[in-house]
């Protein structure tokens, strides 16, 4: 199995500022990695797929980056909604693995 | 209005059997994979098992393959997980999600991301 590790686990950040999250996978994974979004007691969401294209909907101050085994997710000038979890997740092989989650909190 | 909603949990005993069905609206069901994802009690995200528009592809994680059977009946526009010998570290909300599916290209692997997901259903396993 791909093994996805994020790091951080989590992090405390403020609203407008720049946040990074990365996601290792324990073997390319190419660009099959996709990022969600969960906010408390609600379902996950996609926020980005194929490593870097951004889902319909979501803000442009999300973006992906990466390919093989090291990813990134960034958030740019971070909003008061954006205080989550998120996960991400490869779909290169089955069995479909997720990162163990990064939770973003207020500083 | 584009929408998934999960039935079925409940508290079942150690051992105990249960179905969990999804329900789709708003898009043409039998377009589309669809998956079951679970999420323990304060813990992460584990993929269970997705299934292929008519079923010809199947996948399950190592963790239930032999104990979950996911099916789908397109004209009710419907998924299932019939779930059994359920243990304890089955507890957890089960989602259900759409599966959308992109062409890799030419020898490549086709792209799979979950663009749509239920409110997930609740299954606590516990005597």
């Known amino acids: 199995d791909i093994q996805m590790t994020q790091s951080p686990s989590s992090l405390s950040a403020s609203v407008g500022d720049r946040v990074t999250i990365t996601c290792r996978a324990s073997q390319s994974t190419n660009t099959y990695l996709n990022w969600y979004q969960q906010r408390p007691g609600k379902a996950p969401k996609l926020l980005i797929y194929?490593?870097?294209s951004l889902q319909s909907g979501v803000p442009s101050r999300f973006s992906g980056s990466g390919s093989g085994t090291d990813f990134t997710l960034t958030i740019t000038s971070l909003q008061p909604e954006d205080f989550a979890t998120y996960f991400c997740q490869q779909n290169y092989r089955v069995p479909w693995t997720f990162g163990q989650g990064t939770k973003v909190e207020i500083k | 209005q584009v929408n998934l909603v999960e039935s079925g949990g409940g508290l079942v005993k150690p051992g105990g059997s249960l179905r969990l069905s999804c329900a789709a609206s708003?898009?043409?069901?039998?377009?589309?994979?669809m998956t079951w994802i679970r999420q323990a009690p304060g813990k992460g995200l584990e993929w269970v098992s997705y299934?292929?528009?008519?079923?010809?592809?199947?996948y399950y994680a190592d963790s239930v393959r032999g104990r979950f059977t996911i099916s789908r009946d397109n004209a009710k526009n419907s998924l299932y997980l019939q779930m059994n010998s359920l243990t304890a570290e089955d507890t957890a909300i089960f989602y259900c999600?759409?599966?959308?599916?992109?062409?890799?290209?030419?020898?490549?692997?086709?792209?799979?991301?979950?663009?749509?997901w239920g409110q997930g259903t609740t299954v606590t396993v516990s005597s």
């Open positions: 299934m292929s528009t008519s079923g010809s592809a199947i």
């Open positions: 999600a759409r599966v959308r599916r992109r062409s890799g290209g030419l020898l490549k692997n086709n792209y799979f991301e979950m663009d749509l």
């Open positions: 194929g490593a870097s």
């Open positions: 708003g898009f043409t069901f039998g377009d589309y994979y």
